[in-house]
């Protein structure tokens, strides 16, 4: 069994960048692949492509064994290919692949042209159960000519990290999954982590369709204890004397619930945990290599939007329970005030209006709202 002693990251973005700079780190020769010139000059130059803690120095220790690159080409030599391009939701709660089938039929295509076998591909993407097998597999086969599992290898290995601390959460895992299409190309995987991970973290050796489902599983969970917290605190409101910490406290002692994620706050409205929820609503569903436009998860919207909307009326302004409200030019009432947490509240509830509404918004009320990481991320300007 051939070692693994480079690797090739396709699509430098939260998790792909912080994935090649700890490969480098911990010492294999590491190529960044990415259609986006600005992300490739950065680190080329030794510098974090996006924002994330941990990823600049993790970048400057391992800077002589990572280069990034536009060409497609120059990653063929890599023993392993890892693909973490967005998969976004579709209407239906599937997941895209049409960002996954741009980025792996050109390396392919390139793989056989350069006659290279035993390559080892890996997707670290979220994928709807089925869609590695039926799809992207399939894909792979057409475009060199070659059988999977006896002339190249397929693993799904997706990460459980949180924005803000990728770089531990790659290291330090507490699992790490593979879903292998050959017992060869998972033990090859495997004896990566060996090296790469600080901590021994439990390596799980599946078929690719139990991964699938494995990481599905495990977000679809989240998000239930997420929704189940938020939930408690609406009815502990309820009651004058009831303190919602103190319960959650008290109940996250048990080991069978443990504290993790229990912590009272707003309604999520993000863009990945609603979907990777909304998938079982049409379940089973055969994946396609469909390329429709993706579009953000309906999953909550108007209970979020709702519950917010009576939070920011109620709470926001600790020193009046009436906000001061204001029209804009268009006639529409909106709160004026500067605190932080009614800032945090906008963000997450602001995706959620109509783009009508949303254009009509006078920001001036707040320039911390213009500053604020997540109306970068909504697109509000």
Same mark, same amino acid.
């Given at each position: 069994m051939k070692s693994i002693k480079s690797a090739s990251v396709f699509g !430098?973005?939260?998790?792909? +960048? *912080?994935?090649? +700079?700890t490969l480098a780190q911990r010492g294999f020769e590491v190529v960044g692949v990415d259609i986006d010139p600005d992300k490739v000059r950065k680190i080329n130059a030794g510098l974090p492509p996006v924002e994330e803690p941990l990823l600049a120095e993790t970048i400057a220790a391992g800077r002589a064994r990572l280069r990034a690159t536009q060409d497609v080409r120059e990653a063929v030599p890599t023993d392993v290919s890892f693909f973490i391009p967005p998969s976004p939701s579709l209407p239906d709660g599937s &997941?895209?692949?049409? &960002?996954?089938?741009r980025a792996m039929q050109p390396m392919a295509k390139a793989v056989r042209e350069a006659g290279k076998r035993q390559h080892l591909f890996v997707c670290s993407s979220t994928t709807t159960p089925g869609a590695m097998d039926q799809? !992207?597999?399939?894909? !792979?086969?057409?475009e060199t000519g070659w059988s999977c599992g006896?002339? &190249?290898?397929? *693993?799904?290995?997706?990460?459980?990290i949180a924005l803000g601390n990728v770089v531990n959460g790659l290291l330090e895992p507490d699992l790490v999954l593979i879903g292998e299409s050959d017992p060869a190309s998972g033990g090859r995987l495997e004896a990566l982590?060996?090296?790469?991970?600080?901590?021994?973290?439990r390596i799980a050796r599946m078929s690719i369709i139990s991964a699938e489902l494995a990481k599905i599983s495990v977000n679809s969970y989240i998000t239930m204890k997420i929704s189940f917290?938020?939930?408690?605190? !609406?009815? +502990?409101?309820? &009651?004058?004397?009831?303190?919602i910490h103190d319960v959650l406290d008290a109940i996250g002692s048990d080991s069978r619930i443990n504290q993790k994620y229990l912590r009272a706050g707003l309604s999520y409205g993000s863009l990945t945990l609603p979907g990777k929820w909304d998938w079982k609503r049409r379940w089973p569903r055969p994946p396609t290599a469909s390329t429709n436009s993706p579009s953000r998860s309906c999953c909550n919207r108007s209970a979020a939007w709702h519950r917010a909307e009576t939070w920011l009326r109620c709470w926001a302004w600790p020193t009046s329970r009436t906000p001061t409200l204001w029209k804009n030019?268009?006639?529409f009432i909106w709160p004026k005030t500067s605190s932080a947490t009614a800032i945090e509240c906008w963000s997450m509830i602001a995706p959620q209006r109509p783009a009508t509404v949303r254009a009509s918004i006078n920001l001036r009320w707040s320039k911390a709202w213009r500053r604020s990481r997540s109306a970068k991320r909504s697109g509000w300007r």
């Amino acid at each position: 069994m051939k070692s693994i002693k480079s690797a090739s990251v396709f699509g !430098l973005g939260k998790l792909g +960048a *912080c994935i090649a +700079a700890t490969l480098a780190q911990r010492g294999f020769e590491v190529v960044g692949v990415d259609i986006d010139p600005d992300k490739v000059r950065k680190i080329n130059a030794g510098l974090p492509p996006v924002e994330e803690p941990l990823l600049a120095e993790t970048i400057a220790a391992g800077r002589a064994r990572l280069r990034a690159t536009q060409d497609v080409r120059e990653a063929v030599p890599t023993d392993v290919s890892f693909f973490i391009p967005p998969s976004p939701s579709l209407p239906d709660g599937s &997941f895209s692949t049409e &960002f996954l089938l741009r980025a792996m039929q050109p390396m392919a295509k390139a793989v056989r042209e350069a006659g290279k076998r035993q390559h080892l591909f890996v997707c670290s993407s979220t994928t709807t159960p089925g869609a590695m097998d039926q799809v !992207l597999i399939p894909m !792979l086969e057409k475009e060199t000519g070659w059988s999977c599992g006896t002339d &190249f290898g397929v *693993c799904y290995n997706p990460e459980f990290i949180a924005l803000g601390n990728v770089v531990n959460g790659l290291l330090e895992p507490d699992l790490v999954l593979i879903g292998e299409s050959d017992p060869a190309s998972g033990g090859r995987l495997e004896a990566l982590y060996k090296s790469y991970n600080r901590n021994q973290p439990r390596i799980a050796r599946m078929s690719i369709i139990s991964a699938e489902l494995a990481k599905i599983s495990v977000n679809s969970y989240i998000t239930m204890k997420i929704s189940f917290t938020n939930q408690l605190r !609406l009815i +502990a409101e309820r &009651f004058p004397q009831a303190n919602i910490h103190d319960v959650l406290d008290a109940i996250g002692s048990d080991s069978r619930i443990n504290q993790k994620y229990l912590r009272a706050g707003l309604s999520y409205g993000s863009l990945t945990l609603p979907g990777k929820w909304d998938w079982k609503r049409r379940w089973p569903r055969p994946p396609t290599a469909s390329t429709n436009s993706p579009s953000r998860s309906c999953c909550n919207r108007s209970a979020a939007w709702h519950r917010a909307e009576t939070w920011l009326r109620c709470w926001a302004w600790p020193t009046s329970r009436t906000p001061t409200l204001w029209k804009n030019r268009r006639g529409f009432i909106w709160p004026k005030t500067s605190s932080a947490t009614a800032i945090e509240c906008w963000s997450m509830i602001a995706p959620q209006r109509p783009a009508t509404v949303r254009a009509s918004i006078n920001l001036r009320w707040s320039k911390a709202w213009r500053r604020s990481r997540s109306a970068k991320r909504s697109g509000w300007r």
